[in-house]
C-alpha cells in the first residue's frame, strides 16, 4: 500500500475515535426521591392530618361555685342559731282522762323528761308513741321534732317540722325557723339546697315573722361559710 493510503487510513482511524469519545450522553429525567426522603413543605409531601371539629375530644368548661362546708360545718352553725325550745306543755289535757288518753299522757310526760335528761333515744320512743297513739296531739309531734334536732337526725327533723307547720298553727313561725335549720343541716343535698333558699327568703321578706331578724343573721353567718368554708366565727 502507498504510503500515502496508509497515512490517510490512519487519520480516518483517528477522526472515527475522536467523535464516538466525545458524544455527549442522553439526558435522563433524574429519579424522584421516594416518599421516606421527601421534606417537610416539599410541594410532593403529603399535608398534615387535620381532625374534625366532631373527632377533635372535648373539655367541659367547668367553673367551679362556692364550696360546701362540710356536714360537721352545716351541723354546728345550725345548732349555733337554735332557739332553745320552751313553754312545754305539762300534759296531754286538763281534767279527767280516759285509758287511752292517760296513755298518750304518761308516754309524752316520759318523753319530755327524757328530752330535759339528755336521754334522746328514750325519749324519741315516747314521743313516738304518744303522737302514734293520738296524733291530734301535737305538742308530743312537737317534742319528736325537736328530740330528732337535737340527736342529728335533721331529715327526720324536716319532717317533722313540716307536719307541725301545717298542723300546729300557733307554734308555725316555730316550725319553719326550725325546719330553715334543718334544710341547711342538709345543705349537701341539691334539693335542700333549694328548699333552704326559698325559705329563708321567705322568712326575710316576711318582717313580720318572729324569726325575721335571726334569718338576716344567719343569712350573713351562712355566706361567710359557704364562700371561705371555714368555721363559723364565735
Known amino acids: 500500500m502507498p504510503i500515502a493510503g496508509i497515512v490517510l487510513l490512519m487519520l480516518l482511524l483517528f477522526l472515527f475515535y475522536f467523535s464516538f469519545d466525545n458524544k455527549e450522553p442522553e439526558n435522563k429525567a433524574p429519579s424522584e426521591p421516594t416518599p421516606d426522603l421527601l421534606q417537610p413543605g416539599s410541594p410532593n409531601s403529603s399535608p398534615p392530618i387535620v381532625k374534625t371539629p366532631d373527632e377533635v375530644p372535648q373539655q367541659e368548661n367547668i367553673s367551679p361555685g362556692s364550696p360546701i362546708p362540710s356536714a360537721q360545718q352545716l351541723a354546728t352553725l345550725a345548732r349555733k342559731f337554735y332557739p332553745k325550745p320552751d313553754n312545754w306543755a305539762s300534759g296531754t289535757r286538763s ?34 308513741a304518744a303522737f302514734a297513739a293520738d296524733s291530734s296531739f301535737v305538742e308530743a309531734l312537737r317534742l319528736l321534732a325537736h328530740i330528732h334536732f337535737r340527736q342529728g337526725k335533721f331529715k327526720a327533723a324536716s319532717r317533722d317540722f313540716e307536719k307541725m307547720k301545717t298542723r300546729y298553727r300557733s307554734r308555725a313561725e316555730e316550725a319553719e325557723w326550725n325546719l330553715l335549720l334543718c334544710l341547711y343541716a342538709r345543705y349537701q343535698e341539691p334539693a335542700a339546697r333549694k328548699a333552704f333558699g326559698q325559705l329563708i327568703q321567705k322568712i326575710i321578706n316576711n318582717t313580720d315573722h318572729a324569726y325575721n331578724h335571726h334569718a338576716i343573721e344567719f343569712r350573713e353567718a351562712v355566706s361567710q361559710v359557704t364562700s371561705t368554708g371555714i368555721n363559723p366565727p364565735d
Open 95 to 128: 281534767g279527767e282522762l280516759s285509758p287511752a288518753e292517760q296513755l298518750v299522757d304518761s308516754l309524752y310526760k316520759q318523753a319530755l323528761a327524757g328530752f330535759y335528761q339528755q336521754r334522746l333515744k328514750e325519749a324519741e320512743k315516747n314521743a313516738g
